[in-house]
């Protein structure tokens, strides 16, 4: 079954989507991730969307998801790379994703997220 | 259906020395000349003519749309198109084959004075040949000043986005215009692709020259605001004047999270600080 890698990186997870995401997918990663945190206790979450051309409204409100139980179970999530076509479709469909940290690149987005998880 | 006689076309091709001269006339008298150079005009109505005299004698088929007459529509059209460019209106255009009807109308009243019927017919006959051929002058008037129009419009939408690297991470966005839907689409796809492109991190529009903010033009700036944020980068408004500050306020309209700035000078001072360059006098 198809799956989206976790990648472990001191007290952070970094998610890395590099496929078109469907619904299935989506649901698997957020079960994953949720199961993940709470193992390793990880303080930050990263998740890198630059490969990702096409978004629906199910996949704008999983990364809305995914933040907000990441903040539940204390890490702060950052999502990095997004695409204008992207961004410009989920401001279409009404999802502005508030309270999602955002960066442009990686490199930033490990900046943020030390940041935040300092912080907190 | 009656047809020209071969009386009449035989008249115009004897007469078209006057009948260039009167024609000429009554097109300066009606100012349809105006903005034309004289030698044109007298270029244009002489190879006028002589298309409708030769077409006459090919087939003498009324149907303008016949192939008979493709020479003098391609004469009309580029006749036409050439007027549009110089700015002339439509009246101006479809004048320059009306007034060709007066001097006919002449002719034939000269030619046929003893037979009453064929004049009427004859006149009748022309009359319906010159009204086509202005009727398709106008057409075409009208479809080369749409093309100006459309591609004038093409033009000021990408006039209208220039994206501008203030500093190494800043963009700015000077908007000029109203703003509607379409050209909000075209500043926002421009504005987050350069971002991309250069990595900034801070992206300032300016709107001082948006002559008016409605809830419209509100909602149009606020989406383009969240959609720098989803991308990881942060917005800053500037150019708010006195009025529009007003007007927002009046409205009602809710621009809280959006940074707002009275002018670009703040707003690239407050964009400086914030990716912590310091900026003093070399004393």
Known sequence: ?120 | MATLQAKTVQALQDNRIDLLNEWTHSLEATGATRNLKGDDVKQQTGDFLNLLVDALHNGGSQNINHENWAQTRLFLEKLSHSRALVGQDSQQTASFIFALKGPVFDLLQREYANDGAQLAEQLWEVSELLDGLGMHTIRTFQKSREAVIKRQQEELLELSTPVVKLWDGVLALPMIGTLDSQRTQVVMESLLQRIVDTGSEIAIIDITGVPTVDTLVAQHLLKTVTAIRLMGADCIISGVRPQIAQTIVHLGLDLQGVVTKANLADALALALKRLGVNISKAV
């Open chain 1, 1 to 120: 079954m198809e799956r989206i890698p976790i990648l472990q990186m001191g007290e952070f997870l970094l998610v890395t989507i590099q496929v078109d995401m469907h619904d299935q997918l989506a649901l698997t990663l957020q079960d994953d991730l949720s199961e993940r945190i709470s193992r390793t206790s990880a303080r930050g979450v990263l998740i890198d969307i630059s490969a990702l051309d096409m978004v629906d409204s199910f996949i704008g409100r999983m990364i809305g998801t995914i933040s907000g139980l990441s903040r539940i179970m204390d890490a702060q999530t950052v999502l990095v790379g997004m695409q204008p076509a992207v961004a410009i479709t989920l401001v279409e469909l009404g999802m502005n994703l508030p309270g999602v940290a955002t960066a442009l690149n990686v490199e930033r987005g490990m900046k943020l997220l030390r940041d935040r998880v300092e912080h907190s």
